[in-house]
C-alpha cells in the first residue's frame, strides 16, 4: 500500500518530493505507512527551522500545499444539522461562524476513514472552548437532543488559553488535566492510545510544543488520520496524536460549546 503527501515548503522554498531531490536535500520528509498498517506507529521526520523562527499567523516552518486536484474544499453543502439550532452555523463562502449556543455538532455528510484534513480556526471571546470531532460513529449522532455532545469521537481540541485562568477561577483547581495547545483525547465510547507527553490521567495526547495563537487571532490545523492513527500539526508544528483509534471511521464534526468561535478553509483529502 502506498500513500502520497502534499507538498510541503520550509520557510518559503517549496520542496518537491521526488526520489532524487529528496536523497541531494538529505531529508526524510514521510515514513512509509506500510507500518502504520501493520499497527505500528508511523514516524515522519519533517526539518525543523531554527528556534528563533517563531510561527506567526500565516507563516509557518512547515506549509501543507492544498493545491492539488484530490484536496476537496467543504463547506455548507458539505455539512448537516446534529442537534444545535438552523441559527447556530452561519456560513459565508469557506467560512462559518458559530454561537456556540446550543452546545452541540455540525456534521459531515459523508463518512471518513483514511484522511487528512486541514483548517483555520480563532476564538471571538477569551476563553473559548471547541474543537472537531473526528470520526464520530452514526450512534453517537443518533437522537442527539440540544446542549449534548456525541458520547463517540476523537477530540482534536480547540481551546483558547484564557480557558486555562476561567477554569481554575471557577473551580478552585488546578488546571493540569488539559491544555490550550492542542490536545488529542477519545470520547467517550472511542478508544485512543495517545501519544506521548501524557495528561496526569493518561487519557489525552498533551502537545509537545506550544504554538496555538490567542483570541482573536486564526490557527492552523493540519491533521492527518490513517489506520487508527491520528497526529496533528498545529501552526505548522507536530504537536499531539495516538494510535490504535476504535471505531477509526466516521463523521467529521465541528463542535459548538459554549462560546463563538469560527473555522474556514476547510479542506479534506481521502487517503486509501
Known sequence: MSFHFPRLTFQGEAIVRTPRSLASLGLLVAACLCSAA????????V???PSSAAPTAGSYPVFIDTTGSDWVTVGKEDFVKANCNEDTWVWDGNQVHCTGLPVGVLRSKKKYKNLEFVGSWRHLSEGGNSGFFLWTPEQALEKLPPNALPNAGIEVQVLDHGYTAQFEKSSGKKADWFSTNGDIFPVGKSKLKPFAPLSPDGSRSFPKSKHSLGSPQW??????AINGEVRLWVNG?????????DPAEGYLCLESEGAPVEFKDIKIRELP
Open 38 to 45: 501493520a499497527g505500528q506507529e508511523s514516524k515522519p521526520q
Open 47 to 49: 526539518a525543523t527551522p
Open 219 to 224: 490557527n492552523h490545523y493540519y491533521v492527518r
Open 237 to 245: 508544528h507536530e504537536v499531539s496524536g495516538g494510535k490504535e483509534a
